[in-house]
């Protein structure tokens, strides 16, 4: 079974520049996340999707930072305009929905530097 | 608000010793509880994942434990090898459904 893709593995912009993220779930999983992961922190939500709806985007920087998943299986992450502060580690993750279940896989990330 | 903690922020061990990772949660109306391994520069890789009506879960040389009523998870890792080395994450969930909330990792080093 594959497991969760994500694309581009790294990346490397100025700030006020724009990045957008890729993220292709375990097929079947209808819950896909997306965590940012700041150097020697836990990752932190950005947004939660279920299918192709918003389960919870409540710390997502909306003025700059937007997700879609429109056909309910692969996402992007855009952020524009990028800030200093941006520079962090993506990581995309999905979960099956069941009861007894409802473990989360990992991506292995996208490293944004912004300069 | 839930809040994850985790002591020690680093650990460092001699191969062959027998170690304890611990996880702490303020509210413990937990779903299920994850823990994860993370190496540097990787995604996060799943250990174990514990149920809120399991107690323990074993996988090889690793058991993770839950304690609800105290809001603690402990993760033991036995006759640890310099492979072990990485950076160990805790993760509640708190319903169905919903977000996991992290802890901040403890960065394990396993001296050969």
């Known amino acids: 079974e594959a497991g969760v893709a994500q694309s581009p593995r790294y990346k490397i912009i100025e700030k006020r520049q724009s990045v957008a993220f890729w993220c292709n779930p375990i097929s079947g999983h209808a819950t896909l996340y997306w965590y940012q992961q700041i150097l020697g922190q836990g990752p932190k939500l950005l947004i939660q999707f279920q299918n192709n709806g918003v389960v919870d985007d409540s710390q997502l920087p909306k003025d700059r930072f937007s997700a879609e998943r429109l056909k309910g299986v692969d996402s992007t992450l855009k952020i524009q305009p990028a800030k200093l502060e941006d520079s962090a580690v993506y990581l995309c993750a999905s979960s099956p929905i069941g009861r007894n279940t409802g473990e989360l896989f990992f991506g292995e990330g996208s490293r944004l530097t912004v300069l | ?112």
């Not at chain 2, 949660?25 to 299920?32: P, V």
């Not at chain 2, 149920?51 to 640890?80: C, V």
């Open chain 2, 1 to 112: 608000k839930q809040e994850v903690t985790q002591i020690p922020a680093a650990l460092s061990v001699p191969e062959g010793e027998n170690l304890v990772l611990n996880c702490s949660f303020t509210d413990s109306a937990i779903y299920n509880l994850q823990w994860f391994r993370q190496d540097p520069g990787k995604g996060l890789t799943s250990l174990l994942l514990i149920q809120s009506s399991q107690r323990e879960q074993t996988s090889g040389r690793l058991n993770a434990s839950l304690d609800k009523s105290s809001g603690r998870s402990t993760l033991y890792i036995a006759a640890s090898q310099p492979g072990d080395s990485a950076t160990y994450l805790c993760a509640v969930r708190q319903g169905y459904g919903q977000n996991f909330v992290f802890g901040p990792g403890t960065r394990l080093s396993v001296l050969p």
